[in-house]
């Protein structure tokens, strides 16, 4: 996605700059799920995130509520 993302120990530091791709991209855990929707929605492009069962586990119908605020996902 183009995101500057550098990790020291258990800390991630995200740098912004230049505007977000869209990619294929996976699901690991809820929280790193939902944030990769996000991203994909503030991407150009198209975004997949794959492992939407983890994102489920915690979010009742997330793709219904973007698509409610706006957002286009499938």
């Known amino acids: 996605m183009g995101a500057r993302i550098q990790i ?4 991630a530091v995200v740098r912004g700059g230049a505007p977000l791709m869209g990619a294929e991209v996976a699901a690991k855990d809820l929280r790193g ?18 492992g939407k069962c983890f994102i489920d586990r915690g979010y009742q119908d997330l793709a219904a509520e973007l698509s409610a605020l706006g957002a286009e996902i499938r």
């Open 8 to 11: 020291k120990e258990r800390t």
């Open 33 to 50: 799920g939902a944030a990769l929707v996000i991203a994909g929605l503030a991407a150009k492009g198209r975004t997949t995130v794959e």
